[in-house]
């Protein structure tokens, strides 16, 4: 069972990253998906989440309007398109995997929730 999350990188302010992630050994169908982030010295923060039909999406609030999440279940993949990025967007992305259950991502994403967690991958974002 593994998660693998990629797409990281440097760009500069107001540039656009996609970050993928990708399961293996499992099938996303039945899982929500949470993409988490963590900047140095900060605790890990919720940032989207996405259901395992993709009807229900949460968006943190300073990501919303800027981040899409989205899944190709078929594929076994999700994804965050990140627009308009900004300095503090710089952190280490990571995706996490939860048991779809009634209310999962509405109106918040828990690291609580999540039953498989992949290794973060870096977003630094220059000014």
């Known amino acids: 069972v593994q998660l693998q999350a990629s797409g990281g990188g440097l760009v500069q302010a107001g540039g656009s990253l996609r970050l993928s992630c990708a399961a293996s050994g499992f099938t996303l169908d039945d899982y929500a998906i949470g993409w988490f982030r963590q900047a140095p010295g900060k605790e890990r923060e919720g940032v989207s989440c996405?259901?395992?039909?993709?009807?229900?999406?949460f968006y943190g609030s300073s990501v919303k309007g800027r981040f899409t999440i989205s899944r190709d279940n078929a594929k076994n993949t999700a994804f965050l398109q990140m627009n308009s990025l900004k300095p503090e967007d710089t952190a280490v992305y990571y995706c996490?995997?939860?048991?779809?259950?009634?209310?999962?991502?509405?109106?918040?994403?828990?690291?609580?929730?999540?039953?498989?967690w992949g290794k973060g991958t870096q977003v630094t974002v220059s000014s």
């Open positions: 996405i259901s395992s039909r993709g009807f229900s999406k």
């Open positions: 996490a995997a939860a048991e779809q259950v009634v209310g999962m991502c509405v109106g918040t994403v828990r690291i609580a929730d999540m039953r498989y």
